[in-house]
């Protein structure tokens, strides 16, 4: 693995004209025509001061925008996130320039080169919330330890695909010397693969800051000679036969341009073809390909075309083994977004060789 890789972080902003001020003593009509212009506003005194901010921008926007279709609700999250974005937060040494602010570890691992900088506060906020889930670890239901996501990348918070391949590895019989796992993003699948006896594990990911998280959690333990690493499209450097390959891939066409964390959720229309292409001059004689998939985008109607279903129709690289599918638990009642359609949703674990 490369010792240069260069982390994503969220940039560093050096503030070069004087900015607004908001404490628990502004005007807010007036803090509000400055964000509508596109001024930035600096939260002094308290943090709270800047949560309070936030849920008055919300009030805001609700009077104006209207919040009920799709559309809508689109134009309303993208103008929440243009104006939250101008509400900046002082970062001095490492630590946030208010009062009861939350101490954050992130400003020091990914900051080292940066002694007084600004950062929007839903930025901050997320970086909060990463190093919580970093620090405490998150406990996934088919692996022993917990799992410590570095900022940036993507951990699974559902789990129906992972017990499916669970299930899958605990009766497979095939040989186990080496296997893929393309697009490792926190390395919940390679670790199914290494609980399961498998020699050794190939693991790439676009993504630096997973590469840099693996390695990090990995150190000098048994599991960094077990899994190899490499920041990489699809294959990356490894070129070697492996009896398994595994690829959970996102799940959604992308409409537009995608990067970061949205790389995990959106494919390029590329995608696909080219991971296939790459399987079948690595999939040894003999060999299983498996994909996690869901059929999401059909029932929500983003898209009629299944890309699996679209290699093995048009193209003579694979042939179908099973298909295993399993129906996602219902979604919480709490959340705000219309579950409607997750009563058909099903996860599916495709099991492919060559042809």
Same mark, same amino acid.
């Given at each position: 693995?490369?010792?240069?890789?260069?982390?994503?972080?969220?940039?560093?902003?050096?503030?070069?004209?004087?900015?607004?001020?908001?404490?628990?003593?502004?005007? =807010?009509?007036?803090?509000?025509?400055?964000?509508?212009?596109?001024?930035?506003?600096?939260?002094?005194?308290?943090?709270?001061?800047?949560?309070?901010?936030?849920?008055?921008?919300?009030?805001?926007?609700?009077?104006?925008?209207?919040?009920?279709?799709?559309?809508?609700?689109?134009?309303?999250?993208?103008?929440?996130?243009?104006?939250?974005?101008?509400?900046?937060?002082?970062?001095?040494?490492?630590?946030?320039?208010?009062?009861?602010?939350?101490?954050?570890?992130?400003?020091?691992?990914?900051?080292?080169?940066?002694?007084?900088?600004?950062?929007?506060?839903?930025?901050?906020?997320?970086?909060?919330?990463?190093?919580?889930?970093?620090?405490?670890?998150?406990?996934?239901?088919?692996?022993?330890?917990?799992?410590?996501?570095?900022?940036?990348?993507?951990?699974?918070?559902?789990?129906?695909?992972?017990?499916?391949?669970?299930?899958?590895?605990?009766?497979?019989?095939?040989?186990?010397?080496?296997?893929?796992?393309?697009?490792?993003?926190?390395?919940? =699948?390679?670790?199914?693969?290494?609980?399961?006896?498998?020699?050794?594990?190939?693991?790439?990911?676009?993504?630096?800051?997973?590469?840099?998280?693996?390695?990090?959690?990995?150190?000098?333990?048994?599991?960094?000679?077990?899994?190899?690493?490499?920041?990489?499209? =699809?294959?990356?450097?490894?070129?070697?036969?492996?009896?398994?390959?595994?690829?959970?891939?996102?799940? =959604?066409?992308?409409?537009?341009?995608?990067?970061?964390?949205?790389?995990?959720?959106?494919?390029?229309?590329?995608?696909?073809?080219?991971?296939?292409?790459?399987?079948?001059?690595?999939?040894?004689?003999?060999?299983?390909?498996?994909?996690?998939?869901?059929?999401?985008?059909?029932?929500?109607?983003?898209?009629?075309?299944?890309?699996?279903?679209?290699?093995?129709?048009?193209?003579?690289?694979?042939?179908?083994?099973?298909?295993?599918?399993?129906?996602?638990?219902?979604?919480?009642?709490?959340?705000?977004?219309?579950?409607?359609?997750?009563?058909?949703?099903?996860?599916?674990?495709?099991?492919?060789?060559?042809?």
């Amino acid at each position: 693995m490369s010792t240069d890789i260069k982390i994503n972080r969220p940039t560093p902003i050096d503030l070069t004209e004087r900015p607004a001020f908001y404490d628990a003593n502004s005007n =807010l009509v007036t803090t509000m025509n400055n964000l509508e212009e596109g001024k930035v506003v600096l939260i002094r005194s308290f943090y709270s001061n800047g949560l309070n901010l936030l849920k008055e921008l919300h009030v805001h926007l609700k009077k104006k925008l209207p919040n009920t279709t799709y559309q809508e609700q689109q134009v309303y999250r993208d103008t929440y996130r243009k104006m939250s974005h101008l509400i900046l937060l002082e970062i001095v040494q490492n630590q946030l320039e208010v009062k009861k602010a939350p101490s954050i570890g992130w400003l020091e691992k990914l900051y080292p080169d940066v002694s007084e900088f600004h950062l929007p506060l839903p930025l901050i906020q997320g970086l909060n919330s990463s190093w919580q889930w970093f620090k405490k670890g998150i406990s996934i239901p088919v692996l022993r330890n917990k799992i410590h996501p570095y900022y940036g990348v993507y951990f699974p918070t559902r789990f129906e695909h992972l017990e499916v391949f669970d299930t899958y590895l605990e009766r497979y019989e095939g040989p186990k010397k080496a296997a893929f796992d393309v697009g490792t993003g926190s390395g919940v =699948l390679a670790l199914q693969m290494l609980k399961y006896s498998f020699q050794k594990v190939f693991a790439t990911d676009v993504n630096p800051n997973a590469i840099i998280g693996l390695t990090e959690f990995m150190g000098d333990t048994k599991l960094s000679r077990k899994i190899e690493l490499d920041h990489a499209p =699809l294959f990356g450097k490894f070129d070697q036969p492996a009896e398994l390959i595994v690829f959970n891939p996102p799940w =959604l066409p992308a409409s537009q341009d995608v990067e970061g964390l949205d790389q995990a959720i959106y494919y390029k229309e590329d995608l696909f073809p080219s991971f296939f292409e790459g399987a079948k001059e690595r999939l040894a004689e003999g060999g299983k390909l498996v994909i996690l998939f869901s059929n999401i985008a059909q029932i929500t109607e983003v898209t009629k075309e299944h890309p699996i279903e679209k290699e093995l129709a048009e193209n003579d690289r694979f042939q179908l083994e099973r298909c295993f599918k399993k129906r996602v638990n219902s979604a919480s009642e709490k959340t705000k977004r219309d579950p409607h359609w997750r009563d058909q949703e099903e996860v599916e674990l495709w099991e492919l060789q060559h042809k």
